[in-house]
């Protein structure tokens, strides 16, 4: 299930954000991006509909993924 990330206080959608960033160590090449630059990284494919904010019922976990990969 989607979860209508504007919905969500700013101060959780951040936590969720950083606590994705941090779990999924993506490796962004050469340059090194610090947490901050990352979470506005997620934040804005939130804003554009590239990436969503899903609910798991069956693992009651909340991830976030690239809207082409949710079959929900």
Do not use: C
């Amino acid at each position: 299930m989607i979860i209508p990330w504007k919905d969500l206080d700013s101060e959780t959608l951040d936590n969720l954000i950083e606590s994705f960033v941090l779990r999924e160590g993506t490796d962004y090449g050469e340059q090194e991006r610090s947490l901050e630059q990352k979470v506005k990284d997620v934040r804005r494919q939130l804003a554009s509909g590239d990436a969503v904010l899903v609910w798991s019922e069956l693992h009651e976990t909340v991830n976030i993924m690239p809207r082409g990969q949710f079959n929900g």
